[in-house]
């Protein structure tokens, strides 16, 4: 008889209730199935069924579920002390230590145990589906389920086939996640798999970004927290997950992509993983942490362009609502503050190509609108009184203003180009649709929008752009735009677009 991930008496087994595990039995419950909870630490089991009796009745305080739902989904939950009681389930999620040989071991155990039909899934987070599934008896019935912490507030899983799964296998687990009210998106066996792999673009760039010295850690969250519309910044947020486990995890993934200069970490993460700084939980990491709370450090002539026009008007109004004289002459006058708004460019770069003065020479980051924080951009020449100027007119308003040392691209630029052509990496590599990879990247990253959906937003060509130019000044293979990025501007086309051949199923 086949599997029928839809039926009504389904029992998931869950090995492993640690943050995850646990986190997994209490949306599996949740979602009206039958749970049985083991670990092989005596009494970890039990503390987590409290653990989540703890949660559902604060939810229950607080009016977000009723009473009688918060008992049904405890009810639902068994707590097992013998592995041999996998033998009920019809799905297993191991959710254990994350080491190869570690889940191969538990794997061979479960092959023993469990129903000749019931699917084993892993939900490692980091290693191959194929290669936890390689020492199986029955490898076609092993898949990737991976979860995000925290598992109840986020709502995505990855469905991950190995090389070896079976078809009806990897639709039963997409079903499963489903009745998990989680939001399942399907990606291969590849490094990172697609979450992890698109945030490869945001934290190695912002970071090449810091070690250049164009702005502080702290000026890089607030730019990107600011008009790009991230929920938190990377280095916020790096404290919050802990140095030691971001470390760790960028050296993984740039191994494992056999040293993808994309990918490639900085010494600076490394290094305070290695002092112990690892964030919020140490009270320092790149902030500082004072009773568990983050101290903040302290901190015209316009060249109008044909190629900018749209980001540019609402630039020359705000100018006008300052007060401040807009010469329109092919050329300033001798002591007129000079501002640009480049796309991809660097100030240096600007002034040498425009022949303009550099020493009145500023520039503005107009790509994702006046909200603030703003970004000014001057070059080693800038004198600064001038710098001084364009700062207090871009604060006209009441909106911050954060000054830079010259970059292409200057922060956001930058951030947002890289998190665009990893997502047109991802798709031309046919790790996960366009669909799936802005979904992933909303839901499990926080991100404003997926990398395909944010890249036809500003323009596939802008985007082209600006990666071309990083790619001019530096010569660093890292910003070679991608195939999927290239050819879809060529052709006119949106980012979405899919490839013309439909894929074999691999």
């Not at 916020?236 to 970490?265: H, K, N, W």
């Not at 070679?480 to 439909?502: C, D, F, Q, T």
Request: with cysteine; charged share 20%.
């Amino acid at each position: 008889m086949p599997f029928d991930p839809n039926r009504k008496d389904m029992i998931i087994g869950v090995v492993g209730t640690g943050t995850m595990g646990r986190g997994i039995v209490q949306v599996s419950a949740q979602g009206g199935m039958n749970v049985i909870a083991y670990d092989e630490k005596p009494g970890a089991a039990q503390a987590a069924k409290d653990f989540i009796r703890k949660l559902l009745g604060s939810q229950v305080e607080k009016g977000r579920i009723p009473a009688a739902e918060a008992e049904a989904t405890l009810e639902r939950i068994t707590v097992s002390s013998d592995l041999r009681d996998m033998a009920k389930a019809h799905c297993v999620v191991e959710a254990i230590f994350e080491r190869l040989d570690i889940k191969q071991e538990m794997f061979a155990r479960l092959d023993e145990i469990c129903a000749a039909d019931a699917i084993i899934a892993t939900n490692t987070s980091s290693l191959p589906v194929t290669a936890i599934a390689a020492k199986s008896k029955n490898p076609g019935r092993i898949g990737g389920l991976h979860f995000f912490n925290p598992v109840p507030l986020m709502k995505l899983v990855e469905v991950i086939p190995g090389l070896k799964t079976e078809p009806w296998v990897t639709d039963a687990l997409m079903t499963i996640g489903r009745r998990m009210t989680r939001d399942p998106v399907l990606c291969i066996d590849s490094p990172a798999f697609l979450v992890n792999h698109i945030g490869r673009g945001l934290g190695p760039e912002t970071q090449r970004i810091l070690s250049e010295s164009i702005a502080s850690f702290a000026e890089i969250d607030r730019i990107l927290t600011g008009a790009p519309g991230f929920r938190m910044g990377p280095f916020t947020l790096g404290d919050m997950v802990g140095i030691d486990i971001g470390s760790a995890a960028m050296e993984s993934a740039y191994a494992q992509f056999y040293q993808e200069p994309a990918y490639a970490p900085t010494p600076l993460m490394a290094l305070r993983a290695a002092g112990g700084l690892f964030g919020q939980k140490t009270g320092q990491g790149w902030y500082t942490y004072e009773n568990g709370k983050k101290v903040e450090p302290e901190s015209v002539w316009l060249r109008t362009s044909e190629h900018n026009q749209d980001l540019q008007a609402p630039f020359i109004e705000y100018l006008k609502s300052t007060g401040v004289e807009i010469e329109v002459g092919p050329a300033p006058s001798k002591d007129a503050l000079i501002i640009i708004t480049p796309v991809g460019y660097d100030v240096t770069t600007a002034v040498y190509e425009l022949k303009l003065d550099a020493a009145r020479t500023v520039a503005v980051d107009l790509l994702f609108g006046l909200k603030g924080p703003r970004t000014v951009m001057v070059s080693p020449a800038t004198d600064p009184t001038y710098r001084d100027q364009a700062h207090g007119l871009m604060g006209h308003d009441g909106q911050p203003v954060i000054v830079i040392n010259d970059s292409p691209g200057f922060v956001a630029q930058r951030a947002v180009a890289a998190i665009i052509n990893v997502g047109c990496n991802i798709a031309q590599r046919g790790i996960g649709v366009p669909a799936d990879i802005d979904k992933g990247a909303k839901l499990g990253l926080g991100y404003p929008y997926g990398p395909i959906e944010w890249g036809d937003r500003i323009g596939p060509g802008r985007v082209l752009f600006i990666l071309e130019r990083l790619f001019e000044f530096y010569r660093d293979p890292r910003y070679k735009p991608s195939p999927w990025l290239k050819r879809r501007v060529m052709l006119g086309l949106p980012l979405s677009a899919p490839e013309g051949k439909v894929k074999a199923a691999s």
